[in-house]
């Protein structure tokens, strides 16, 4: 089993940064894809950003991309998610997950982390 815990969300204006956190423990992250996602009131979660298990390889949805950074730190155990320049769109609960190497769909998901941009 994998817990996830995800912290530094907030409140925040247009334009301002925030530097999400997601801290795993029970089991170390090197053998897991992970991602960040995110789910805006009223709307279906959707996916924002993903970093391969080797930290190489990163993906990112087109309206964060240039705005949000994703990386990892094996030693911490610990994924976080830069963003820069947010707008109100940007407005959600945001999850971290993890997918297990060989497996199709995330398998651990954890609480999420509010942020707020005003306008």
């Known amino acids: 089993q994998v817990q996830l815990v995800e912290s530094g969300g907030g409140l925040v204006q247009t334009g301002g940064s925030l530097r999400l956190s997601c801290a795993a423990s029970?089991?170390?992250?090197?053998?897991?894809?992970m991602g960040w996602f995110r789910q805006a009131p009223g709307k279906e979660r959707e996916f924002v950003s993903a970093i391969r298990w080797n930290g190489i390889s990163t993906s990112s949805a087109d309206s964060v991309k240039g705005r949000f950074t994703i990386s990892r730190d094996g030693t911490k155990n610990t994924v976080y998610l830069q963003m820069n320049s947010l707008k109100p769109e940007d407005t959600a609960v945001y999850y971290c997950?993890?997918?297990?190497?060989?497996?199709?769909?995330?398998?651990?998901w954890g609480r999420g982390t509010q942020v707020t941009v005003s306008s």
């Open positions: 997950a993890a997918k297990q190497l060989g497996s199709e769909k995330y398998d651990y």
């Open positions: 029970g089991r170390t992250l090197s053998n897991y894809d």
